[in-house]
């Protein structure tokens, strides 16, 4: 466990040797660090990989309810990922940040931050969006306007539980979230991450998402950065990649994958490992991990 600024505790995982290239993995709303089982798996021979449960998933508490609302904000997720950078790298140390959809927000949210600028090499943005995400997200089928943009926001919004993973509730799941291609195991493992996570929790960072405004955070990330989305992304459709590749002051590259839906990491596994891998292979090279053993 690495404490936070406001005393929080996050829950953290790390794989891999000492001395090799890090990754740090930060997931999305409603996810965990099981997440990244597939990036973990793959990275993990010959990387040093973190992943850590943003606040209230997984393992990490959720924040208290003390009406101040500061526990679910984007100052919040800034802070949790500024704690667990200074806790697993060392003074000097950089790495490759990669954050899915809440967490490529969290990584715009740190924009600024002295911490997250003294350890990020580089970034990768997957499946992601700065602002308006409920007037943009497609899981309604309607066309854009106030009625969609309010439906949108009561079904990502809602208090109810999800309950028990079923074959419907696996549907849903698929339609909102994934490619219509998605394989069903995979379609399974995003559906039992999703459920486990608690919905007070789901329904407090849906209130903050909801109101995001993280533009100026794009353009103050002043390092290399990556972005991916899959071209059937419901929840943060292309658009937003394309707008956050064009404002960033330093793109490396737009990816968009043909057919998959907003779980990028669990749809296509492969392709999000090997933006990682290109990123530590640039940014995080053999001579620069030479010097820094010296």
């Known amino acids: 466990m690495v404490t936070s600024a406001d005393g929080s505790a996050i829950h953290v995982e790390v794989y891999g040797p000492e001395g090799a290239p890090v990754v740090v993995l930060a997931h999305g709303w409603t996810c965990s660090t099981r997440f990244w089982d597939a990036q973990i798996h793959a990275l993990s021979a010959d990387h040093r990989v973190v992943v850590y449960d943003q606040r209230g998933h997984g393992e ?47 990584i715009m949210a740190a924009a600024r931050r002295p911490v997250f600028r003294q350890h990020a090499a580089a970034a990768l943005l997957c499946s992601t969006g700065p602002s308006r995400l409920t007037e943009e997200a497609l899981v309604v089928p309607l066309g854009p306007g106030r009625l969609r943009t309010r439906l949108t926001r009561a079904v990502l919004g809602s208090k109810a539980p999800l309950g028990p993973v079923t074959p419907v509730s696996k549907r849903i799941l698929k339609y909102a979230t994934m490619g219509p291609g998605s394989a069903p195991e995979r379609v399974d493992a995003c559906a039992r991450i999703v459920h486990a996570c608690p919905r007070g929790v789901r329904h407090g960072w849906s209130q903050v998402l ?54 990028t990491p669990v749809e296509a596994p492969e392709a999000v490992t090997a933006q990682i891998r290109e990123l530590t292979l640039t940014y995080l090279g053999v001579k620069e991990n030479e010097e820094a053993g010296a």
């Open 210 to 263: 909801a109101s995001l405004d993280a533009e100026a955070g794009v353009r103050e990330l002043r390092l290399p950065v990556a972005v991916l989305v899959g071209t059937a992304d419901r929840l943060t459709p292309p658009r937003h990649s394309r707008a956050m590749a064009g404002a960033l002051p330093h793109c490396t590259g737009l990816v968009e994958l043909a057919g998959m839906g907003h779980m």
């Open 60 to 106: 990490s508490p959720a924040p208290a309810l003390d009406g101040s609302g500061k526990g679910y904000s984007t100052e919040a997720l800034a802070d949790d990922l500024e704690a667990v950078l200074a806790a697993t790298l060392g003074p000097g140390e950089r790495a490759v940040v990669a954050g899915h959809s809440m967490g490529g927000m969290t």
